[in-house]
T-cell receptor, first 110, second 116 residues
Framework: AQRVTQPEKLLSVFKGAPVELKCNYSYSGSPELFWYVQYSRQRLQLLLRHISRESIKGFTADLNKGETSFHLKKPFAQEEDSAMYYCALSAENTGNQFYFGTGTSLTVIP | GAVVSQHPSRVICKSGTSVKIECRSLDFQATTMFWYRQFPKKSLMLMATSNEGSKATYEQGVEKDKFLINHASLTLSTLTVTSAHPEDSSFYIC????????????FGPGTRLTVL
């Protein structure tokens, strides 16, 4: 079964501090992983995907197959980073269905 | 944890027919549910916000007569794609916001619609 776990429902960090949002998954195949972000009163939007290996808004995420993790990191948090973050897995063996984690609410304290 | 299911997970239909997709919150009540559509490059687009007992609120550019949404109970919302065309083929995802919590939502696994 495919599962995505985000262990932290709430996370608070000070501005300028490093931030890491954890995501662990379980999947028997080769996963495609994503981070989505939802800012207050805005729609959910794609932040990054592991295939592209890019950095968006200073965030990076590396797929670690050994630890089955896809943690989202940023070295210096900004106030505008405060939002809900969802980790998601796309499972090829079930028609690319999406499995979302329950989300982590990040608050960056000024 | 809170679970949201969607049925069916995959559906293939002929052009011109209608397809109904169900979204259920299995262990919580959801006064608000959201319907998303996935586009290429995996971006999600919010189609509409469904509120129990009232009319859905559609996002700009989404045809309300084509994508009928019904939220008849606190645990069920349905999306009906009417007179489906191949361009409606996509991945449709719902999410549910548990009552009375307002700062989180739980996503369903999605439904893959293919219109031939």
């Amino acid at each position: 079964a495919q599962r995505v776990t985000q262990p932290e429902k709430l996370l608070s960090v000070f501005k300028g501090a490093p931030v890491e949002l954890k995501c662990n998954y379980s999947y028997s195949g080769s996963p495609e992983l994503f981070w989505y972000v939802q800012y207050s009163r805005q729609r959910l939007q794609l932040l990054l995907r592991h295939i592209s290996r890019e950095s968006i808004k200073g965030f990076t995420a590396d797929l670690n197959k050994g630890e089955t993790s896809f943690h989202l990191k940023k070295p210096f948090a900004q106030e505008e980073d405060s939002a809900m973050y969802y980790c998601a897995l796309s499972a090829e063996n079930t028609g690319n269905q999406f499995y979302f984690g329950t989300g982590t609410s990040l608050t960056v304290i000024p | 944890g809170a679970v949201v299911s969607q049925h069916p997970s995959r559906v293939i239909c002929k052009s011109g027919t209608s397809v109904k997709i169900e979204c259920r919150s299995l262990d919580f009540q959801a006064t608000t549910m959201f319907w998303y559509r996935q586009f290429p490059k995996k971006s999600l687009m919010l189609m509409a916000t469904s509120n129990e007992g009232s009319k859905a609120t559609y996002e700009q550019g989404v045809e309300k007569d084509k994508f009928l949404i019904n939220h008849a109970s606190l645990t069920l919302s349905t999306l009906t794609v009417t007179s489906a065309h191949p361009e409606d083929s996509s991945f449709y995802i719902c999410s549910a916001r548990p009552f009375p919590i307002t700062d989180t939502q739980y996503f369903g696994p999605g439904t893959r619609l293919t219109v031939l």
